[in-house]
């Protein structure tokens, strides 16, 4: 079978890899849609200093499982936790499972092929069965859980103005997912570049777009002065301007990587205090609420194939990730579609 690896900066490699036994306790699932994430791409451009596999939105079929697998059975349609709890853990049994993301996953393990190949193998933990959805659509079900773990991190309420800064795939639906929650107001902040994503936004209900290239957020006027609740799908450079226009007693939720100097940030405390501000942290780590999102898309909630902007075949991934890298106008998703 085919597996692709990666490489900084931008290297990939799809090559002939022999598929290994699975255990008792794993599944080999066909790969049907796996959808590039932008933790894919800050490997791929800087953070992967060795050939390593990768892909881990996965949606599949099941092929065969081994002998002591009941939760699913060959011929099942899966969607793959990208990471779980180990039940066995005190964080796990004192009932706070999203504290624990030392059960198994399918991520690095002696190099194994991950979603962007032919086929995986992967605990039998990680299957979530669905029907009614599209490979496509469902492969996207595990970002869209990462979006569901920041809009309840933010506690979002009833009439809350609501910000969404950055509006990438997570921060789309997360904007979706805060409307369905009952915001009054919902923003989008994003570069102007990004034409494609802002035009999604606006097709999911965005009440105001802010472009951050245009008007820094602290001279933006927003209708309640500042904002309730502030979803921070960005790099973290963003969080003081987030603090600086956040309501009283406003709720910041961030999810952002960087890996350079810029992952430490300063921040005014005294604003931080005498607003009585919150910031939490959003990592969906392990991967939850797959049964929840997956109702979410059928019902037509959030929708998930409107993001998809790039299709392309395993054969085909080095020149495809590259384009959609490059097409920052035009670009919100990209899926591996196999056959
Ligand atoms: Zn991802």
Redesign the pocket.
Known sequence: MRAAYLKAPFQFEVREVNLREIKPDEVLVKVMACSV????MILASYAADYWQPFG??IAGVVEKVGPLVKNVQPGDKVVLE?GTFDRYSDNSRNGRVDLDNNGPNFWLKDNDPMGFADYIIVPNEVCVKFDGLSFEEACLI??LG?AMDLVLTADIKLNDDVLVIGLGPIGLMALKLAKAMGARKVYGAELSVAKARIEMAKKFGADEIICTDLIKLEDYKFEKGGLDRILVTAPPKTIPSAINIANKGGIIAFLGIDYGPEGSITFDSNVFHVNKLQLRSSFASPALYFPKCIDLVKAGIVETKPLITHRFKLEDIAQAITSFRDDRAGGIKAVMINS
């Open positions: 994430c932008g933790h894919d881990h939105e990208s595990e970002p990462v």
